[in-house]
């Protein structure tokens, strides 16, 4: 456990800082069926996982493949696996896992391109997927976010929809996935960095990534973050809990995730929603720092883009997958309820197109609602069948996911 | 539904053959948590599945990840896509699949390998995976199934361990992964036929493993095939009913799969345990052709090589996952005893070894008891309560799997 208050930002090597999933445990991953940047090419955690050691709930081990058991494929029986994977401490409290190893890459290359709008980077994505280009990371940052991880980072950032890319392979793949990708930037209208290719320097890009949630909360001063363990389903991106933080400025992630085809309506509608709704509450817009990032021009931030400053958008979209880091007073009642009203209203269009209501942050308290649009009566009266053959007496984690 | 009796062998181009899994219903794949030779690449039917369309035992229709969703990653809920995945249609019974497509390879290529031995054949395809070469396919038949595969299907192939290696990829990629792999074919003391890229020429190489069933059947005159549907969990690869056949000989296919670094050691106990039991009976082994397949020198089969012909032995090698054709006469009790002991012993070497009983033909009515082996009372006990959960009147496929 740990604690950090946010204005004014920290330098960027604050030794407290870190990703905020970074201190996630495997278990914990596995139990609320977490992802990340590396999803696009080596799948979320429950391909990755091949075994798991469960408490039942009444005081007995399980494990899911059979004790000591971790074949690459099986077709014996259901699969338990599968099924605690994303299970959020419902049905039993996981203890080990057996993870699925990918061997390192041989080489790996890391660029920043900048879009002249949302749409286009997101279109971007598409057809680098379309094209079969094997990217191992495609992040996305809106305007916003672009603006907010350049300053919190200290590295100057064009203010623009972004893609931050990574390949793995071998030296020859990776110079045939470079040029494919610079190609499909420039389509779109994007410019990109050159590529980064040693450690240090990679470790420098992912770093301000990693920090967007920071970052975010660093736009409005006055926010303090604690991160702890026992969040509920979304603790994995450091979700809050509004009861524990004696400051009334809190951030909240959002989480669709629609099929890619769907992907650019859906981004655009949102960013428009977002400016839309007016959800600026107070800004903590520091001057642009005005040194660029290995000679890329900044761009300033215009009134019309700071106007949704509360909401910067980042994304592993590759999946699909989005989030909106919404910093809003939690004191106030009716900014709460603006807050409240776009999310359900962003859980609506992803599922409208086809989505889901939450990508890898899970169900928790707050998306038990949308969990029974997404599904039906259907889906939700046979996950209820599941819980209560398995948790008779509703012992694990009870209240949550359904 | 069709019939095709093997002695003496039909021409390859006989227009009744096929593929024993390609007349296989999208949702009876699905059904069986099915795979193949992609699977190394593509993975499995589950995780190619977004979404079920499933009538549940009182009649409603449930879509398991929500009616229309089809996300490419949700963690909202149980995952009950995974879990009717591979259900053996105990659960309920899949209507519709929405699946994961993959793009079209730029280029393809195909090789056949010969090995000094079934070590070494399978010592290459931990080699080949340890690299991290992105292998499409990666087929293993031991000298046996060589034997008969090449004779089945008009082909001269060296009576040897063998592996069928596919590449998908660009121009460039694909040069550089035959060049990998041809260097770790020969540390292994492998020997490999120029590459097909040409589509009929790919496709004739295919012919010849995918007919492999036939061509074990055909090793015995007199074998009679009946391949339908409706067939328990071993159905995807023809599985044979011993009480549905009037000719007293028949095939039963193993599906052993166990961890990759345990692959050689399995592979060879299990060629030496076929070799030891004698599972002869009366072979069909008629006159090698001379033809050679694109200028290889054939090995003669030798007596040593012909004594396991009852139990050729073919493998998708790259997933752990290795088969062994059994044919025997069903009407002969201490021949289906021998049998039935040595898939029992196969069974129990893949369990020690941390494998599974079945790797993609499921567990039907004939792995009930190994299930109970691989999963320990609280797994068994686990499947049951989900079982009775969801089917309280045990009306969906009664008796198979539990």
Redesign the interface.
């Known amino acids: 456990m740990w604690e950090w208050t946010s204005s004014p930002p920290a330098s960027p090597a604050h030794p407290l800082l870190a990703d905020p999933g970074a201190d996630a445990s495997l278990c914990g991953m596995a139990a609320?069926?977490?992802?990340g940047t590396n999803?696009v090419r080596y799948?979320?955690m429950?391909?990755n996982v091949l075994n798991l050691r469960v408490v039942?709930p009444d005081g007995?081990?399980?494990?899911?493949?059979?004790?000591?058991?971790?074949?690459?494929?099986?077709?014996?029986?259901?699969?338990?696996t599968?099924?605690f994977?994303?299970?959020e401490g419902t049905?039993g409290f996981l203890t080990q896992a057996t993870l699925r190893l990918?061997?390192l890459?041989?080489a790996t290359a890391v660029t920043i391109a900048s879009f002249p709008g949302v749409g286009a980077a997101v279109a971007c994505t598409v057809q680098v997927l379309?094209?079969?280009v094997?990217v191992a990371r495609i992040e996305f940052l809106d305007e916003v976010m672009a603006d907010a991880c350049g300053r919190f980072s200290g590295m100057g950032l064009p203010v623009a929809a972004t893609l931050l890319l990574e390949l793995h392979?071998?030296r020859?793949?990776l110079?045939?996935q470079q040029q494919q990708m610079e190609e499909i930037v420039q389509e779109n209208g994007g410019s990109s960095l050159a590529w980064a290719e040693g450690l240090e320097e990679r470790e420098q890009l992912w770093s301000m990534r990693h920090n967007a949630w920071y970052a975010a909360l660093a736009l409005r001063p006055g926010c303090q973050v604690r991160h702890k363990d026992g969040d509920d389903?979304s603790s994995a991106h450091g979700a809050l809990s509004a009861t524990a933080l004696p400051s009334p400025a809190q951030g909240y992630s959002t989480?669709v995730?629609?099929?890619?085809s769907r992907l650019p309506d859906v981004v655009v509608e949102t960013k428009q929603d977002l400016q839309a709704s007016s959800l600026t509450g107070q800004q903590g817009h520091s001057p642009l720092r005005q040194r660029g990032l290995r000679g890329l021009t900044i761009l300033h931030a215009t009134p019309h883009l700071t106007r949704g400053l509360a909401g910067p958008m980042v994304g592993h979209v590759g999946?699909?997958?989005f989030h909106c880091i919404l910093v809003f007073n939690s004191q106030d009642p009716e900014e709460a309820q603006r807050i409240h009203a776009f999310t359900q209203r962003l859980g609506r269009r992803a599922?409208a197109a086809?989505?889901?209501?939450?990508?890898?942050?899970?169900?928790g308290l707050g998306?038990r609602a949308l969990?029974q649009e997404?599904?039906?009566q259907?889906?939700?009266d046979?996950?209820r069948?599941?819980k209560?053959?398995?948790d008779p007496h509703n012992l694990m984690n009870p209240g949550k996911?359904?």
Chains 1, 2 share one sequence.
């Open positions: 609320t069926g977490a992802s999803a799948g979320t429950r391909p039942l007995r081990l399980l494990h899911t493949a059979g004790p000591g058991r971790q074949p690459r494929k099986r077709a014996a029986g259901y699969d338990l599968s099924l994977v994303g299970s049905l990918h061997p890459p041989e379309q094209a079969a094997p392979g071998s020859c793949s110079a045939e389903g989480d995730c629609v099929p890619i999946d699909g997958n599922l086809g989505g889901t209501c939450t990508g890898e942050h899970g169900v998306k969990l997404e599904l039906g259907e889906g939700l046979t996950l069948s599941i209560a053959a398995l996911v359904l």
